[in-house]
């Protein structure tokens, strides 16, 4: 069973920390992908109806799909209608293009996805999870990271190596204990 899956068993039977849980766990990718539609302005409003809509339906979540998927699938419900209640604004051409697939599960499913790369991630080693982040995130060289860390190149090589074959695993497990959506 994965991370996302406990959470939402947890909330089925509601139990209040596992709402704080999925809150820490993909609020920040919640919001993100909840900007793209609606915008800076609003998508704090709309992250906060979600989670509420996740609270008020838990007794709906089925172990047999992802939970991420589901929470984004909700996401994107009040998206859709925040920009609904503009009728009167024009909306984005862009924020359209991106609502492709069927109601929007094709993006729901990519931000569900990078959600539980960033679940993985955090459970590595702090550095393994350093050495990634430092190549990934802060776009730096294997050699940069050897000086930042104040450690040989061959080190960084080998964290990097370490930590990419272990995330690969715990993403590939994830999907497997997870399901399909």
């Known amino acids: 069973m994965d991370s996302g899956e406990a959470i939402g068993l947890r909330l089925a039977r509601r139990e209040e920390a596992a709402l704080e849980d999925a809150y820490a766990a993909y609020g920040p990718s919640l919001l993100a992908y909840l ?29 047999a799909q992802r939970f991420s998927t589901w929470l984004f699938t909700i996401a994107h419900r009040r998206a859709v209608d925040a920009l609904r209640a503009r009728r009167h604004r024009v909306v984005d051409v862009e924020a359209a293009r991106d609502l492709v697939g069927e109601d929007g599960r094709e993006t729901a499913e990519r931000y569900a996805e990078a959600a539980e ?16 982040e430092l190549t990934y995130y802060a776009g730096l060289t294997q050699r940069e990271i050897a000086a930042h860390l104040g450690v040989p190149i061959g080190t960084v090589k080998a964290r990097t190596s370490r930590a990419t074959r272990r995330l690969g695993a715990l993403v590939r497990d994830g999907l497997r204990e997870g399901g399909a959506a």
Do not use: C, K, N
């Open 35 to 63: 900007r793209r539609y609606v915008g800076p302005d609003e998508a704090e409003d709309v992250l906060q109806r979600t989670f509420l809509d996740v609270w008020r339906h838990s007794s709906r979540y089925q172990p």
């Open 117 to 132: 790369v960033r679940a993985a991630l955090a459970r590595l080693p702090e550095h393994e999870r350093q050495a990634l």
